[in-house]
């Protein structure tokens, strides 16, 4: 992220063949990552010689791993009218922790933050336990963040506080009062930008900003500021460690020991950029037995992110654990518009449909509600001819239910007849299949007068496959290659047909 310069800045950016990066706790900060170089400016004035001889010291210190080596420190330039003591440091990094919690997804910059978090007590150790480190200051060359290290000289001067009026918001209230502070400054800070992930930093002129700094309300509590999507307002996690941060940072000083502590910040925000997935925020309200919650939550998250997934769990849920096929049918609906080359959305609208209608309820749906029947009915053969044959092999059974339920008789017999068949052979153990088959013969019976030849046919054909079921059903039981309780489900289906096959036969011979 480029801020937006002044010219003063941009001259001086000019002068260095640098980029303004941003503001540090002392001085101001440019980057060249073309030259694998940092710069940090701090205004000459501001340092006497025990600070410049401190600084010195940096360039023969050994590296270490979690701060950026010190290339140079006696360099004293004049930029734009102004003496500076430039500090140079080697890194190749194009950004910083600031530049992510300004451009980055709300997720990325939680959890560059509560990286930055780990990291504080190694940088306290290798500097002082009473450091503070600005957003600006912690550079991102890979995954760990790094910090543009000075030697502990505390806060800078008034002057150049009010000089840089977004320093103000990293003070301490204590600090801005002029009293004993009860916070650790540099945790202070790193909290200040944890908040900052979630509202925008406050801005205006220095006096009032110091005026609300003192009064423990940098930050304005009102909804313009906001930076975090519709749902993820909704979500436990992230509404307790705003909570967290808010009080660590506010006007209460007496709850601040409680919270004061790096290491549990950390996992607090970490717990909260693990629930900014919506899949598992989701997830989170379904197992903690609020199966309503996870679907409004959905619905409020798609509107942001829209997500094929996303739309397939929230069906799940509406379906499985809610009871509402309909309001399945419709996240489907939107999953098959959103990604139309994927099956799981298709499948799964076939296997709802398919259990509207329970067995030997064909045409209700229609007589009822013929409209609605024509939509269920298109739904159903859209998404059956979306699948591969091998997948409308597996969705067979649940194509015939739908056809069957609609009343399409002479077609769901036709339709079982080829599944049921493969070069002459019949598939006798697709025993789903010919249950169904036995039911096609049986209602379309049921459509010819009791005493016509036809349903006499019919109605044998039921029988005999009724028969090859019983038979295969019988064999797998005996051979143990099949689990007792499909056995069991199609053997309950069997007696039913079985059932309704006698209440026919003695219609038909008039008992």
Known sequence: MTPILDERKQRIAKDLD?????VG????????????????LIPASDL????????????????????????SSDDVMELDGQ?????????????????????????????????????????REAISPGLTALPGEVVLDRREPLLLPLPDWGPPSLKEVFAEPERLAYLTPEAARGVADVRTPGLHALAVAARSCFQTLPVGAAPALMHRTACGSAF?????????????????????????????????????????????????????????????????????????????????????????????????????????????????????????????????????????????????????????????????????DSLSHEQQRDRSHEMARCLIGQGHLEEANDFVHRWLHEADRLMWWQFDLMLDYVETFLLLARRKRRDSPEADTLLHSAEQIRDQTRTG???????????????????????????????????????
Request: net charge positive.
């Open 18 to 22: 640098a980029e303004y990066a941003g």
């Open 25 to 40: 706790w002392w001085g101001l900060l440019y980057r060249a990552p073309a030259r694998r170089r940092w710069y940090r």
């Open 48 to 71: 006497d010689a025990v600070q410049r001889e401190a600084l010195a010291q940096w360039q023969s210190r050994p590296r270490r791993p979690d701060l950026v080596p010190v290339l």
């Open 83 to 123: 003496w500076f003591q430039v500090v140079s440091y080697e890194s190749a990094a194009g950004r910083s922790l600031a530049d992510a919690i300004a451009e980055d997804p709300v997720a990325e910059r939680v959890s560059r933050v509560a990286a930055a978090l780990r990291a504080l007590s190694s940088w």
């Open 220 to 384: 304005a509590d009102q909804g313009w500021n906001d930076r975090l999507p519709t749902w993820m307002r909704q979500v436990e996690q992230v509404q307790a460690v705003r909570e967290r941060v808010s009080v660590l940072t506010g006007r209460l000083p007496e709850a601040v020991a409680d919270g004061a502590d790096p290491a549990a910040l950390a996992a607090a925000l970490d717990a909260a950029w693990q629930a900014m997935d919506p899949m598992a925020a989701v997830r989170s309200l379904l197992d903690a037995g609020e199966p309503r919650q996870a679907v409004a939550l959905a619905h409020a998250a798609l509107v942001d992110r829209p997500s094929y997934q996303l739309l397939l769990l929230a069906a799940k849920i509406a379906r499985r654990d809610l009871r509402e096929p309909f309001a399945a049918l419709s996240l489907l609906e939107r999953a098959v518009q959103a990604a139309p080359s994927r099956s799981e959305a298709a499948g799964e609208q076939l296997s709802i449909i398919s259990e509207l209608f329970p067995e030997g309820m064909d045409l209700l749906v229609a007589l009822f509600k013929p409209a609605f029947a024509a939509r269920l009915d298109t739904t159903a053969r859209a998404a059956f």
């Open 473 to 511: 059903l019988r064999w797998v039981r005996q051979n143990q290659s099949m689990p007792p309780e499909r056995i069991h489900q199609y053997g309950m289906r069997l007696a039913e047909l079985d059932r309704r096959l006698l209440a026919a036969r003695n219609r038909r011979d008039g008992s």
